[in-house]
């Protein structure tokens, strides 16, 4: 997949090159598009599988996550190269990237219009609330709270097989009305895994205070990786996932303009980030 022939970069100057061919996004399209996504080259982002047609016919092409490295204009669309945390790559369309996710727990009554919910290896977005009930004819019964969803991944589910299809539908009398609702209903005894966004801070704190001990001025971006510039040298430290895991584990590379210069916890990195005269 190309790396340097793309219609426009995420950021910095695009070099001069031919018009795209008809139909495809020009390169002010992409800028355009790079512009209102809210992403850069380097940020940490996941998306859902898709169905993509290929010669064999259509497959489904699982989702994952990983830094955007590339972004260019391919098929009609602005598509990303997203170097994944397994180590291979993809190339989704831009606009279905988002910024990588955590979930935090919530108690049922705690949910809220918009919340998404991750139930049964779906993602399953809050759109309405239902009527509460109680969980018994008595009035001192446990309070029922329920919600009306759309699962945002239907194309995971589907490959994935464990929630029937016909759980997904919903009908008004002979009429199919939708394919891809979900209810999620529970007690306040009944928590819910709900999306939020990893912020910089979550990840990059310890790392931007062992740098502002050292006298440096960092600055922290979207999925804890940190940017500074020392003793004239613009270095960039992206988080580290575990080689088995693959969740961070408190190790940052540092990456400086001829690449990366090593791994570090949080003080070492500022110590050589303090210390390093060359790039």
Avoid at 5 to 23: K, L, V, Y
Avoid at 158 to 178: E, I, K, M, N, Q
Wanted: glycine share 10%.
């Amino acid at each position: 997949m190309p790396e340097n022939t793309d219609a426009a970069r995420i950021s910095g100057h695009a070099p001069a090159r031919p018009p795209a061919p008809a139909g495809e996004p020009s390169a002010m399209d992409v800028r355009a598009a790079v512009g209102a996504c809210g992403l850069a080259l380097g940020d940490l982002v996941e998306y859902d599988g898709r169905i993509v047609d290929a010669e064999e016919g259509r497959r489904f092409v699982p989702g994952g996550r990983g830094r955007i490295r590339d972004v260019w204009a391919a098929g009609g669309e602005v598509v990303a190269r997203v170097e994944r945390e397994d180590g291979a790559s993809d190339a989704p369309a831009l606009k279905d990237l988002r910024p990588a996710t955590t979930t935090v727990s919530k108690a049922s009554g705690e949910l809220r219009a918009g919340d998404i919910v991750r139930v049964h290896g779906m993602r399953v977005r809050l759109d309405a609330p239902n009527p509460p009930h109680s969980t018994d004819t008595d009035t001192e019964g446990d309070v029922v709270h329920s919600w009306t969803g759309t699962v945002l991944n239907l194309a995971d589910v589907h490959a994935a097989g464990h929630v029937p299809r016909s759980h997904l539908r919903r009908w008004s009398g002979l009429t199919l009305l939708r394919e891809d609702a979900w209810t999620v209903q529970g007690a306040d005894a009944v928590r819910r895994d709900v999306e939020v966004p990893l912020t910089a801070p979550e990840l990059s704190a310890p790392l931007v205070a062992a740098l502002r001990a050292k006298g440096l001025e960092p600055s922290a971006r979207q999925g804890g990786v940190v940017t500074v510039t020392a003793h004239g040298i613009d270095w960039k430290l992206e988080p580290v996932p575990h080689a088995v895991t693959g969740e961070w584990c408190g190790v940052w590379s540092a990456v400086g303009p001829k690449g990366s210069r090593g791994m570090f916890v949080a003080t070492n990195a500022a110590s050589f980030i303090a210390d390093r005269r060359v790039p």
